[in-house]
């Protein structure tokens, strides 16, 4: 498939990593802080940093998985590392598309894209795109969905 | 009932058959206090006072609460605090039921239910009507659904009833006594009787606390029984019309073209008795707000119990250009799926994908290429060492979930290219 792939904005990979060193930080932290730092509870925040500190240096890999691109009839959403994904939504079955953006992803200028489907299991969804690419995105499936749209 | 903007009122004995059980069980509480007659003065007074409440709510739920047809949508107003108004665009029915429970059928009066597509997936419910006002409302809104004028006369009852399918009364009963929930039921008799004869003291215990398991198990037989008596398929102008119920009578018309999904079902056991069973998935949300348990399948049956040739015959009427021959799975993937790996098949036709999977049971599910939503490649760590790859068809109906499952990488590559090119072709051509 002679396709032009796109990935997310480069400040999701440091947004998923300032998110997951957050939460191996509180771990550790409250591993530590209930066991009085005690032996047991040294041991379970030691583990907790290592798991952290993989998961920052995984956070590269499903990063890269990530990527759309908008073809003539549809868009193929891509993702995942362990288990690889591939949507593939044609323009006039989509129903409606979100754009939303959380405090963090807010906070770095970032914006996740919902597809919605007439089917539960085939909303798919683009995160930490910049905002003008999000916007830019949400305006295009828009429009190719009102003029491809189809009944159910 | 009706005034001049041509609103309707609902039956005004609707709020007891809403009531159902609850119904009957007041019935039953305030028995005792009628026949017994003011031996405890203040008891009867409460429990008149609480049944008084009941109807005044009832009454007034029931008084504004009112229905129109107005152009090509169903409006109906409700709520006291929060009123709502609801429009229900009638070109995107998907089906359209006539249920009568047993009080219903006692007070003659029936339910309409449409099943709406669309985002929501809701159901507008009529709870109740006047019988005599119900299956003509039927035609009249399958006629609009259809985009006929709204002027247009009433269309003459249909002479060509074409019927597809029914099931003797003997075979539900086998069929139902060889299923799952009905081999359950029956180690729960033979548990009990046993218990009875060997160890009656331990078995009235057992019976006490597991009577609630006990009850949840009978029910669902006598929930599948009561739906699927003399269930009948009827091909009709305006769609299929499935008409059956021994207590509780269903008549559910699916619409043309609003099948979303077939599914044919074959318990091991049945298999051996060469029996299986046909199920059509349409779009909407399984659960709507207000609707019991009984009315929450999103799936038709549409043959209970039958033999494959009956099911082919359906079948034809349901999928003309369905595929026929069926690839298996190549042999590694019983790594993946031991158990369900004999049964893994898929094969297509250009308006027509068929996949089949199951582990004891063997269910096969045919989806209609223009009714594809999306298609989802997925790989999984066991299927990557493997080289093995499964494809996703995601419809609107939402139980039939078709996957092809654990196929050759490049198989599953050529398989979603050309199904994604059959499906917009396909949908075009709809």
Not at chain 2, 116 to 121: E, K
Not at chain 2, 124 to 149: F, I, S
Not at chain 2, 306 to 317: I, M, N, R, T
């Amino acid at each position: 498939m002679e396709v032009q792939w796109h990935r997310p904005s480069a400040r999701l990979l440091a947004l998923r990593r300032l998110q997951v060193a957050i939460a191996t930080v509180a771990a550790v932290i409250a591993a530590v802080a209930a066991t009085r730092a005690s032996a047991l509870g040294l041991a379970v925040g030691g583990a907790a940093l290592v798991a952290g500190a993989l998961t920052v240096w995984f956070q590269r890999r499903r990063f890269l998985a990530w990527g759309y691109a908008e073809r003539e009839d549809d868009l193929l959403v891509r993702r995942g590392v362990m288990f690889s994904r591939l949507s593939v939504v044609p323009y006039g079955r989509m129903q409606f598309i979100d754009v939303t953006a959380g405090p963090f992803e807010r906070s770095f200028g970032l914006a996740t894209v919902r597809m919605h489907t007439a089917a539960a299991a085939s909303h798919a969804r683009i995160p930490g795109l910049a905002r003008v690419e999000a916007a830019r995105l949400r305006d295009r499936l828009a429009e190719l969905g009102e003029a491809q749209a189809a009944g159910i | 009932m009706n005034d001049a903007e041509g609103w309707h009122r609902l039956h005004p004995l609707s709020p007891v058959v809403r009531g159902g059980r609850a119904t009957i069980a007041i019935a039953v509480l305030l028995l005792p206090t009628v026949l017994g007659g003011g031996r405890n003065q203040t008891r009867t007074l409460v429990d008149l006072v609480v049944v008084a409440v009941l109807l005044v709510l009832g009454f007034i739920s029931w008084l504004v609460t009112r229905w129109r047809v107005d152009g090509d949508d169903l409006q109906i107003e409700t709520g006291v605090l929060r009123r709502q108004s609801l429009r229900y665009p009638l070109s995107q029915v998907q089906a359209i039921d006539v249920v009568r429970p047993g009080l219903a059928r006692l007070l003659r009066v029936a339910e309409l239910r449409l099943r709406m597509g669309g985002a929501s997936g809701k159901t507008a419910r009529l709870a109740y009507l006047h019988e005599r006002e119900v299956e003509p409302l039927r035609d009249r809104l399958l006629a609009l659904a259809r985009g006929a004028p709204a002027d247009e006369p009433p269309p003459v009852p249909a002479v060509e009833h074409h019927l597809l399918a029914t099931v003797p009364t003997s075979r539900l009963i086998a069929s139902i006594l060889v299923s799952d929930v009905g081999i359950a039921a029956e180690l729960v008799l033979l548990g009990l009787v046993l218990g009875i004869v060997y160890a009656p003291s331990a078995a009235a215990g057992l019976a006490s606390t597991g009577a609630v398991w006990i009850l949840l198990v009978f029910q669902l037989v006598w929930r599948r029984f009561n739906q699927e008596y003399r269930l009948s398929v009827v091909e009709i102008p305006d769609g299929l019309l499935l008409r059956g119920g021994l207590v509780a009578l269903t008549s559910e018309t699916i619409r043309p073209g609003r099948v979303q999904a077939v599914r044919l079902v074959e318990p091991m056991v049945w298999r051996l008795l060469g029996w299986c069973r046909l199920e059509v998935d349409i779009a909407g949300r399984q659960r709507s707000e207000g609707e019991g348990q009984a009315q929450r399948r999103a799936l038709r049956t549409i043959l209970p119990v039958g033999s494959p040739a009956v099911a082919d015959d359906l079948l034809d009427h349901l999928l003309p250009d369905r595929p026929r021959e069926l690839s298996p799975a190549p042999r590694r993937a019983r790594w993946k799926s031991p158990l369900r790996y004999r049964l893994l098949a898929w094969g297509r036709t250009p308006t027509c994908v068929v996949t089949q999977s199951g582990r004891l049971r063997r269910a096969t599910n045919w989806v209609p290429l223009e009714k594809v939503q999306s298609l989802r490649r997925v790989e999984g760590p066991v299927q990557r060492r493997l080289g093995l790859a499964s494809i996703h068809v995601d419809t609107a109906g939402r139980s039939v979930h078709a996957v092809i499952r654990d196929r050759d990488v490049e198989e599953a590559d050529a398989a979603l290219a050309e199904l994604v090119v059959s499906a917009r072709a396909a949908r075009r051509a709809a």
